[in-house]
């Protein structure tokens, strides 16, 4: 089981916006601005897209946006694109005992 | 170009341990945490453990704690993740990653920005 819930699958039509949820708790999402997420093609290493809840990395398009409300951050993709298919993954910091968990990723479709 | 790059495959029976090693190039080494994360196959990512290579402190998720050390070398700007007494369940593709934050008291990640290339550990009698 998982420390931050994601929905297994997502899918969505090449131009239109899709947004994946990512729910924590009060100890890790809820109480630090320190969710980030992740993109990971087969066989790939994973890839930061968001950090810090809304920041994006240099070199990532501006079609990915992430935010939070309460213990749920959520990545919004915007004008999908066949080449955003793969997986995507939340993760927080979660205090001093837990310090780090991951969400159990979502799989992106694009139709 | 910033870079990590890790050790090659590797095959290990049970009860065995391994040493995983990223090394890093392109940046002050000892400015930057480094985390281990795991994924086993078609399984999603695990964190596993972070070291800040300037003091060689570590921290470990309570899954591993007891099993795994990560240690580093300032002078070459490498880190070594150690797993022992393995089992078929470790079988994974172990990464570091680096942190883009200053992870102040450890409080990190802020965000994992750059991936070695991911170490294939098969445990298997």
């Known amino acids: 089981q998982s420390a931050l819930t994601q929905p297994a699958a997502v899918s969505g039509s090449p131009g239109q916006s899709i947004t994946i949820s990512c729910t924590g708790t009060?100890?890790?999402?809820?109480?630090?601005?320190?969710v980030s997420w992740y993109q990971q093609h087969p066989g790939k290493a994973p890839k930061l897209m968001i950090y810090e809840v809304t920041k994006r990395p240099s070199g990532v398009s501006n079609r990915f946006s992430g935010s939070k409300s309460g213990n749920t951050a959520s990545l919004t993709i915007s004008g999908l694109q066949a080449e955003d298919e793969g997986d995507y993954y939340c993760?927080?910091?979660?205090?001093?005992?837990?310090?780090?968990?991951f969400g159990g990723g979502t799989k992106l479709t694009v139709l | 170009q910033v870079q990590l790059v890790q050790s090659g495959a590797e095959v290990k029976k049970p009860g065995a341990s391994v040493k995983v090693s990223c090394k890093a190039s392109?940046?002050?080494?000892?400015?930057?945490?480094m985390h281990w994360v795991r994924q086993a196959p078609g399984q999603g990512l695990v964190w596993m453990g972070i070291?800040?290579?300037?003091?060689?402190?570590?921290m470990f998720a309570q899954k591993f704690q007891g099993r795994v050390t990560v240690t580093r070398d300032t002078s070459t700007g490498t880190v070594y993740m150690e797993l022992r007494s393995l089992r078929s369940e470790d079988t994974a593709v172990y990464y570091c990653?680096?942190?883009?934050?200053?992870?102040?008291?450890?409080?990190?990640?802020?965000?994992?920005?750059?991936w070695g290339q991911g170490t294939t550990v098969t445990v298997s009698s």
């Open positions: 009060s100890s890790d999402v809820g109480s630090f601005n320190l």
């Open positions: 392109g940046y002050t080494f000892t400015n930057y945490y």
């Open positions: 990653a680096r942190d883009l934050g200053e992870c102040t008291g450890g409080i990190c990640p802020y965000g994992m920005d750059v």
């Open positions: 070291i800040n290579p300037s003091g060689g402190t570590t």
């Open positions: 993760c927080s910091y979660a205090g001093s005992t837990t310090s780090v968990v």
